[in-house]
Structures are given as C-alpha cells and as structure tokens.
C-alpha cells in the first residue's frame, strides 16, 4: 500500500505563526493546478502499489473550486488503482466549509476533514491573524457533522501569551464537547521570516514562556486521556478507529508520493522533494521538466529517521530491528544511549518496542537526538 499528498499552496490570508510554502496571491492558481496535472501524468510509474490513503495539505486546500478539485480526483483516477483508498482528508479553514461546499463534498471521494480551528478565542485568532472568528470555528464543525461527516479533525495550538490555562482548559473542553474525535496540536512556535518573529523581535509582543507552554502540553496530554483520546503521537490525540491513517503510514515507513510544489515523496531508501516556489513549479512543468530533488538515505540517514519518527509515536523503536539492520557500529552506539535513557527515566519498553515516558514526551525531539549517529 501507498500513500498521495496533494500540496495546494494557497491562502486568502498569512497567519503570524507560519512558515509553510504559500501564497495569498491566487493569480496563478488555475496554472498550478494545470501544472499539478501534468506531474501526476509525468510521476505516476514512481508507486506501482495499490493506493491506501490520499491527502489535501496546504497551503489551504479547501479554497480550490469544485472543478478545481474534480479535475485531481479524475487524474488520480485515471493512473493509480484506488480500489483500496480507505482515507481522504482534506484541510480547510472553517470559513470555508459552507452548506453550498460540504453539499459538494459529500459527492466526492473526501471522507476526512482536518479543519484548522487553533482556537475558540477571538484573542488567540487575532494574534495568529486566523481568517476566521470565534463564532465560525464553532459552527463549521457542526455544520460538518449536520452533513454527515462525523471523521474530523480539529488543529489547536498552545502555549501563547494570550492563551491563559483557563482558556486552554475551555478550548479542549469546547472539542470534547462537540464530538471532536480526533485533535492535532502543537505548542506556538516562533520560526524565522514570520510575522510572530518579527513582532517579538520589535518588542511588540511578548517572547514564547517555555513553562507556560509545557503546562499547557501536560495538560492536553491528561485532559485527552482523561476523555478517552490515545496520543499516538506527540502532537496527535485519536479515540479508538480515528487515528489518521495517512499520517500513521509516515511513521511507519509506507511509500508515498507528493504533487505540487514543496510537496515529499519517500520510496524507502529515497526521499524526494518539490521545488518551493510556485513560478518555478509552473514553468518547469511547462516543459515537461520535473522540479525535483532526490535524496538516496544512507543506513545512517535510515537510522536517525527511525530514532526521531519511532520516539513520537507509540509505534516506538524495535531494539531487534535495530540490530538486524544497521550493522555493529550503529547498533553498539544505539545500545550505549539508550541505557542512559533508561537509566534517566526518559524512556521504557513496552511489548517489545522502545518508547518515551509520558514525563518526556514534551522533550520527544531532544530526546531523539541523543540517539542520532554521527560519523
């Protein structure tokens, strides 16, 4: 089995916090999607299995049109067996999750949304500089279940200054209560080139309080499991049959293939990647030239990916794998550090499989480094 993600890289506005790959400028979204088209006709022989999961990232997916969106599903159609697609997820902003599009998706093969809600607070939305308010992140979801879409998930991010513990406490609560089975969230992050750095560089706002943030992850992780949700992943709450499955074969190693610019691919040994800038994805393709990089992963490449991906999940590490795998040097190092995580309570076993305490979890990537081998 294999996986397809579609990065449409298009947004009606910037929020503060984000560094993905996109644009506000929506002139050359017809030449996109025309150029995302003929990488899927020139791309396709690269999975020759059956197609298990297929993902709209962003960028914000839902801002394509009806048209937009069935011409993808007719190409993906025409060159890969999707007989045995179990999910489609699409991202979307709740301002774009009208009756008059949800009407729409219920005839398509979308059976997945992961609505980008970040918070239930006007404060929050107006320091992220969300599209939407307050009001809208909450009828969206309803409006979605009214149409019989009951596999949602909802992004919230912790951790900011305005963001007090009692608001955070009513933000899980507000996605308890509307049926919310699945949660992706993540601690505001401060990245380079963003409208956040700047603010905070300037002295308009106040810096990221690491403690502040780390209370507010323990308590997502006690909330969540108090009402029946499983981190699975650092950053991902599911209950029982509502896991994400495109996302679950990244982290257990399944192939699959990316469109669009920015957009990964990874065939096991090899990982490939887009160009990041819209102009150049457009004209490359117009010539029939694939804008792409491939990278061949080294064991030592193979092990650090399975060190930082198997710690944030609780699909964890196989010591037996490890050693069958990556040779005496590799192996000897992995044997060293992962006593000393033991040794410090960072880590444990469970059926077999290395995996973090729940004490460490909030450290998951530094954590993972230690493990790393560096020639």
Same mark, same amino acid.
Do not use: C
């Given at each position: 089995m294999a996986g397809i993600y579609l990065h449409i890289p298009y947004c009606k506005q910037k929020c503060s916090y984000c560094d993905f790959h996109f644009s506000t400028n929506l002139n050359s979204k017809n030449e996109?999607?025309?150029?995302?088209? +003929? @990488?899927?006709? #020139?791309?396709?022989?690269?999975?020759?299995?059956?197609? $298990?999961?297929?993902?709209?990232?962003?960028? /914000? &997916?839902?801002?394509?049109?009806?048209?937009?969106?069935?011409?993808?599903?007719?190409?993906?159609?025409?060159?890969?067996d999707l007989s045995s697609? +179990? @999910?489609?997820? #699409?991202?979307?902003?709740?301002?774009?999750?009208?009756? $008059?599009?949800?009407?729409?998706?219920?005839? /398509? &093969?979308?059976?997945?949304?992961?609505?980008?809600?970040q918070s239930f607070f006007e404060e929050d939305l107006r320091l992220m500089n969300r599209a939407h308010n307050a009001l809208e992140a909450e009828n969206c979801i309803k409006l979605t279940q009214d149409f019989g879409f009951d596999n949602l998930t909802i992004d919230l991010i912790y951790g900011s200054n305005t963001t007090t513990h009692e608001m955070w406490r009513q933000?899980?609560?507000?996605?308890?209560?509307?049926?919310?089975?699945?949660?992706?969230?993540?601690?505001?992050?401060v990245e380079e080139k963003t409208i956040l750095n700047r603010k905070i560089e300037k002295g308009e706002w106040k810096p990221?309080?690491?403690?502040?943030?780390?209370?507010?992850?323990?308590?997502?992780?006690?909330?969540?499991?108090?009402?029946?949700?499983?981190?699975?992943?650092?950053?991902?709450?599911?209950?029982?049959?509502?896991?994400?499955?495109?996302?679950?074969?990244?982290?257990?190693?399944?192939?699959?293939?990316?469109?669009?610019?920015?957009a990964h691919s990874f065939f096991g040994n090899k990982r490939a990647w887009n160009i990041a800038n819209n102009a150049k994805y457009i004209n490359n393709l117009k010539n029939n030239n694939l804008p792409l990089e491939i990278e061949t992963l080294n064991l030592k490449d193979q092990y650090n990916?399975?060190?930082?991906?198997?710690?944030?999940?609780?699909?964890?590490?196989?010591?037996?794998?490890v050693k069958s795998t990556f040779g005496k040097l590799i192996s000897a190092h992995f044997d060293l550090e992962i006593e000393q995580l033991f040794k410090e309570?960072?880590?444990?076993?469970i059926d077999g499989k290395i995996v973090l305490t729940k004490e460490a979890k909030f450290f998951a990537d530094g954590i993972a480094s230690r493990l790393f081998y560096v020639d």
């Open positions: 996109l999607i025309s150029s995302l088209l +003929k @990488e899927i006709e #020139l791309r396709y022989q690269e999975i020759n299995e059956p197609i $298990e999961t297929i993902y709209f990232g962003g960028g /914000t &997916p839902s801002i394509l049109s009806n048209q937009e969106l069935d011409s993808i599903f007719n190409k993906l159609n025409k060159h890969f697609v +179990k @999910e489609v997820t #699409l991202e979307a902003n709740p301002d774009d999750l009208t009756k $008059e599009k949800l009407a729409y998706f219920q005839n /398509t &093969p979308i059976n997945r949304f992961s609505i980008g809600i933000n899980l609560q507000k996605a308890v209560d509307l049926g919310i089975n699945h949660i992706s969230s993540y601690a505001l992050t990221i309080n690491d403690k502040h943030q780390s209370d507010q992850f323990d308590y997502l992780v006690n909330f969540l499991e108090s009402n029946g949700f499983i981190q699975y992943e650092i950053s991902n709450f599911g209950k029982p049959g509502y896991f994400s499955q495109h996302n679950s074969n990244y982290w257990k190693g399944i192939p699959y293939i990316g469109f669009g610019p920015s990916e399975m060190m930082m991906i198997g710690l944030r999940t609780i699909y964890g590490i196989d010591p037996i794998l309570n960072l880590v444990q076993q």
